[in-house]
């Protein structure tokens, strides 16, 4: 860790959803990383850092560029944690390797400033979604992905891309409430994992909710998507900040 920094925070994003056809995204994502993420303690990264992986052998000037922005962040003395989407479940450790992102397990317990916290992508909370959890249980499977593995990469890339398209018709056909996360599931893994409190993204919904456990109450952090602003929660020893600024701004003073 980066001993001649004063502040102590930490940086918490996911749902970037970075692709070549959106350069702004980028843009915005690699000057938080070396105008803002380089002054926190650590980065979380909760899944979906892009629209779509298609293994760790794409070596394209776009995903180089990333990796090197990630890469240079890690070497200044910041660590960075990664938890896998929906999107970009095949990363794996080769590229975390490349960038300097240690993988965590799709639901991790942290210490954050003496608060056990629960964190996640949060797909697996959202169990109304029957379609995509059957799809989320194959798509984990061991032969599933080997298969899709052994493909060549241009094949991989084009279903992919097909995926993309599938997965948004889909979506546009789902109510919100079906999207969104089941309550007794963020009440069941805080009960579980013994905490008050829960971060997560994929619902794009940046919002704080609070819930009833059996002895005390709990709160879930959602953090928000960058497809229209740059998102990320700032948490700090007295409290936390939902942040987002502006695609075409530069960084924060």
């Known amino acids: 860790m980066n001993s001649e920094k004063s502040a102590a925070f930490t940086y ?4 970037l959803h970075l692709a070549q056809n959106r350069p702004d995204i980028t843009a915005c994502f690699l000057s938080f990383l070396q105008n803002d993420a380089v002054a926190a303690d650590a980065l979380y990264i909760l899944g979906d850092l892009f629209e779509y992986w298609i293994g760790d052998d794409d070596n ?3 995903v180089l560029a990333i990796a090197q922005g990630l890469k240079a962040l890690s070497q200044s003395g910041v660590p960075i944690y990664f938890i896998h989407g929906n999107r970009d479940f095949l990363l794996g450790k080769g590229f975390a390797q490349q960038a300097g992102m240690t993988l965590l397990p799709e639901i991790d317990v942290i210490d954050l400033y003496g608060q ?3 964190i996640m992508h949060g797909d697996t909370l959202c169990t109304r979604d029957t379609a995509y959890q059957d799809f989320r249980k ?4 061991w032969w599933w992905q080997a298969m899709v ?3 060549p990469l241009f094949i991989r890339r084009k279903i992919a891309e097909n995926y993309r398209k599938k997965s948004a018709e889909a979506t546009s056909m789902k109510s919100q409430e079906i999207m969104d996360v089941t309550e007794s599931e963020v ?3 805080l009960t579980e994992h013994h905490c008050s409190l829960m971060i997560h993204g994929h619902t794009h919904r940046p919002n704080i909710h609070y819930v009833n456990l059996s002895d005390r109450e709990g709160k879930r952090i959602v953090l928000g998507d960058w497809y229209e602003q740059g998102s990320w929660l700032k948490f700090d020893r007295s409290g936390f900040q939902l942040l987002n600024r502006d695609l075409s701004q530069g960084p924060s003073k």
Do not use: E
Request: proline share 5%; no cysteine; aromatic share 10%.
């Open 12 to 15: 918490f994003i996911a749902d």
């Open 60 to 62: 394209s000037p776009f």
């Open 116 to 118: 056990s916290v629960v």
């Open 138 to 141: 194959k798509s984990r499977s």
């Open 149 to 151: 593995k052994n493909l």
């Open 187 to 189: 009440i069941k893994s």
